[in-house]
Each structure stands twice: as structure tokens, then as C-alpha cells.
């Protein structure tokens, strides 16, 4: 397979064109001819335009590439070797939500031809790869996984806005059915990934390792989110004790925050149902996300507090939310917790106006039934920095006090005006 791909007498298929699904279709195109498939006929056409529809890439990726942009199944059969990459997101009852992956398979079902390969990045519970999207492959093509095709398992490592730790650069773990697919698809990939690949031993243990790797990430941000409440009861900035404990050569080095997006607040939740139905009830992994789940709640209230003590009407106060990303300088509103956030404050009949310079006003409003404020009032009783984009960062205490009324309260969550905003009734997670 992989021969055939250099030699271009194959062609290679990304299923799925979002934030993970683009990047490495573009650049597996620098090297081999690729089909870009995706049901969304207008992002297909922006595309076609060389318009990456989630901003996070430049015209001039597209630039030098040998890619056909599609939603049709009739030019995706061309393909020999599929890339799934589509969302797995988790529902309001946070159960994972397989629909994305399934419908993926389905499409791979209706284009497969015997000595395809299908390798799925999606991030997954272990086993569901082989248990859930291998046998609907298998039902309407009629073909026999192992045999007559190959599959595989490469979780996604993309970082929206990371332009540091880009898809060369990190390494990249992979896996298949059996050896021969495993050395196919490490060499596949081996064309992209300048850091090298890891050859894991199973399709399991490829799932299981993607799963942890936010799992891990999740448990350490909730840890310092419990220290954040608990030192704020002592009157202790929880962001001079992390830069104090982390003078010692192996402290890791977490902050509080807000945990939003399509990877760290939801993965986990594969890993808990997965165990769940195996008999086991997650403990520590559970206790992680109810914390980290609560911490819009728990702003919020703060915030209130802080306007109430000023001898403001809370009925009559107003808020400002500065960014409702889910994660600094993107636009991607993924799973944002400060939806929840906004949530949170309207519900204490406060008026609340949101700005951001990387969000859209139309996508808020379908998402979330709130859109950007066209103009900044000069009265807010309290500013919410909830979001560190680059272009807040050097906001002097002049900006905050022409926007806000007498004994305004700023938050700022991250932390990045400590200790700069002189003059002013400040608090930070």
C-alpha cells in the first residue's frame, strides 16, 4: 500500500475536513495525491477556494498540494488508504456520541474495495474501533476486516493555535490488525511526521493511550482548580503559589481555569463509560470532572458576591465577558465552558455583553443563542477576562476603568494582570 501511494498509482482519503481532518489532509498532499471528503458542501467549496473554514489555517497551506476537495462518494471510491478524523462528541448526559464515526463508517462501507486500508483518528474508548466501527464496515460492504481490508488506529495529536506543536513535529502513534498493516500505516505516516512515529502494539493500546493522555491532563487542571477554591478561602493568589512551587525541578506546572473544548472536557468521558460498562465505576477520573464541570458555577457566584459587597443592585448590574473561546487566540467555540459561564451569570438576572476577537457572532448565536456586543459600555460592574487572548494581554488599567462603574470587580481567570491592575477590586482563580 504504501509504495503504491508514493509511486501515485493510489490515492489516500481524509474523511472528516475540520480542525484535525485539514492539517494532515494538506500535507499528506505535499507527497501523495489525496481525496478530501466531507459532507458539508459548503465547506467543501470554501476549501476548493482555499479558505480553511475553522481559521486556523493560512490560503498559502493549500499552496503546492495535489488535493480534490469532495462530498461525493463516487470520487471517494478512488481511494485506496482512509483517514477517519470527525468529531466524537459526548451528549447532554455526557455519554459519548458515537454518531460521527458511525456515519463514517457507513460512507467507508459504500466506497471500500478489497486491499483498502481504513485507519480512524477519531478519539475513541479502547475497543471501539474493532467492536463498534469495524462491523459496520464489515455489514454494507459485505468485506471481512483482516482479510479482505486492513484496518488501524492513529489518534489525532492537533492543538488548534499551537503553531509550535504542529502535526510534523509530534510524534505520532499508530497501530493496526496485524503486522503487516502496522509497518503499512507507520511508513504512511512516516511521509508527514518529521518526529517519527510509535508503533504501538494494538489498536487498543492506541485508543487507550490517546484517551489518557487528556485524562491526565483533565485530573491535573481539576487538582489545581480544588487548590484555587481552597486557597482563595486562606486569601492566597493561587498563581504566586504555583510560580513559588514550581522552582522545584519536577513540579508540573498547571493553572486553574475553565476546562472547555472537544478534547480535555470530553475525553474522559469515553474512558468512564467504557469502565463503566465493564463493571468498574471511575473514582478519581469522575471526581476530576465534576470539579472542573463546576467552575463556571463557581465564577459566577464569585462575581455576584463581589457586585453584591460593592452595594450595587444585582438586578440592575452588568457584566462583561472578555472572550468565550474555548481556548485562547482560535475561534473554535467547541464545548466552550464560558457559554456555561454566561449561563450561570444570566441566570442571576444580570445583563451580560461578550466580546471576542476571534469568535463568530452568527455560530455563537446558533450554538449557544448568545452573539457578540456591537458596542463596550462604560459602566460594567464587573469585567470577566475568561479567555487569555494575545490581543488582551497588554490592556492597561486605564481600558478597565473607562468601561466599568465605581468599585467594578475585574476577573481575570488566567491571571495574566496580576499585580498590574493598581487601583482596582481584583480577583483571579
Not at 498509482?9 to 484535525?20: E, F, R, S, T
Request: overall charge negative.
Amino acid at each position: 500500500m504504501y509504495q503504491s501511494l508514493i509511486d501515485k498509482q493510489n490515492k489516500l482519503a481524509v474523511i472528516g475536513l475540520g480542525y484535525v481532518g485539514l492539517p494532515i489532509a494538506l500535507e499528506f498532499a505535499r507527497h501523495i495525491n489525496v481525496i478530501g471528503f466531507d459532507i458539508n458542501a459548503k465547506r467543501v467549496e470554501m476549501m476548493k477556494n482555499g479558505i480553511d473554514p475553522s481559521n486556523e489555517l493560512e490560503s498559502s497551506a493549500f499552496e503546492g498540494t495535489s488535493i480534490e476537495f469532495t462530498n461525493s462518494l463516487d470520487t471517494l471510491k478512488e481511494a485506496k488508504f482512509f483517514i477517519v478524523a470527525v468529531p466524537t462528541p459526548v451528549d447532554e448526559h455526557n455519554v459519548p456520541d458515537l454518531t460521527p464515526v458511525l456515519r463514517a463508517s457507513e460512507t467507508i462501507g459504500k466506497v471500500i474495495k478489497k486491499g483498502d486500508y481504513v485507519v480512524f483518528e477519531s478519539t475513541v474508548y479502547p475497543g471501539c474501533t474493532e467492536d463498534d466501527c469495524l462491523p459496520v464496515i464489515e455489514k454494507i460492504s459485505g468485506l471481512k476486516g483482516g482479510i479482505d481490508f486492513k484496518i488501524g488506529y492513529s489518534p489525532e495529536r492537533i492543538n488548534p493555535g499551537d503553531k509550535v506543536h504542529t502535526l510534523q513535529n509530534v510524534v505520532k502513534v499508530v497501530s493496526g490488525c496485524d503486522a503487516e498493516s502496522l509497518e503499512e500505516i507507520a511508513q504512511t505516516y512516516e511521509l508527514v511526521i518529521t518526529a517519527g512515529v510509535h508503533r504501538a502494539s494494538s489498536i487498543k493500546v492506541a485508543e487507550a493511550a490517546k484517551i489518557i493522555e487528556n485524562t491526565q491532563r483533565d485530573l491535573n487542571i481539576a487538582l489545581m482548580n480544588e487548590l484555587s477554591i481552597i486557597f482563595d478561602k486562606m486569601g492566597i493568589n493561587t498563581y504566586e503559589v504555583l510560580e513559588a512551587a514550581g522552582t522545584k525541578w519536577n513540579f508540573l506546572k498547571f493553572f486553574p481555569g475553565l476546562v472547555g473544548g472537544h478534547c480535555i472536557g470530553v475525553d474522559p468521558y469515553y474512558l468512564t463509560y467504557k469502565s463503566e460498562q465493564l463493571g468498574y465505576k471511575s473514582r478519581v477520573i469522575l471526581s476530576g470532572r465534576i470539579i472542573n464541570d463546576e467552575m463556571a458555577s463557581y465564577v459566577a457566584k464569585k462575581t455576584v458576591q463581589a457586585i453584591i459587597k460593592s452595594g450595587v443592585d444585582i438586578s440592575k448590574a452588568k457584566v462583561l465577558i472578555m472572550g468565550t473561546t474555548f481556548k485562547e487566540n482560535v475561534s473554535d467555540i467547541r464545548n466552550s465552558k464560558v457559554a456555561d459561564l454566561i449561563k450561570e451569570l444570566k441566570g442571576y438576572s444580570l445583563q451580560v455583553d461578550v466580546i471576542d476577537p476571534h469568535a463568530d457572532h452568527e455560530e455563537l448565536l446558533h450554538e449557544y443563542g448568545y452573539g457578540l456586543t456591537d458596542k463596550i459600555a462604560s459602566d460594567y460592574n464587573a469585567v470577566i477576562v475568561a479567555v487569555s487572548h494575545d490581543k488582551y494581554a497588554n490592556q492597561e488599567v486605564s481600558y478597565f476603568k473607562e468601561i466599568t462603574a465605581p468599585n467594578a470587580i475585574i476577573v481575570d481567570l488566567k491571571g495574566i494582570y496580576r499585580n498590574k491592575l493598581k487601583g482596582m477590586n481584583y480577583w483571579s482563580l
